[in-house]
């Protein structure tokens, strides 16, 4: 058995993204993400092979997808689903305090 707490052990003043699994099996990957004013480098986008299930518990963010023109808002409690191959960036994420997200991603 394994145990935590997703608000535990959040470092201050990171320079990048930090990822840390918190479970990993032949059909999923789940995934802590903890954010300080980090964003996607201008002109990168994700294209993942999995798709991407993804909730926002702390902080704020804001997901552009290919082809929109605005970006997608999150607060705590959005949740966004990301299909397989669905260009996406992230265009900002809260400086100044730590955004937390839980991410699942998994194959059909």
Do not use: C
């Not at 918190?22 to 002109?43: D, H, M, N, W, Y």
Request: without cysteine; aromatic residues 12%.
């Amino acid at each position: 058995m394994r145990t935590g707490n997703l608000f535990s052990e959040i470092p201050d003043g990171l320079k990048k993204e930090v990822f840390t699994t918190l479970l990993k099996t032949g059909a999923f990957t789940l995934e802590r993400i903890v954010s300080t004013g980090q964003a996607t480098p201008p002109g990168q986008w994700y294209d993942q092979e999995t798709h991407e299930w993804v909730i926002l518990l702390k902080g704020r963010a804001e997901l552009i997808f290919e082809g929109q023109k605005e970006g997608y808002s999150l607060q705590p409690g959005d949740y966004v689903h990301i299909p397989a191959h669905q260009r996406h960036r992230v265009e900002w994420t809260e400086a100044g305090q730590a955004t937390l997200w839980l991410a699942l991603h998994y194959r059909d």
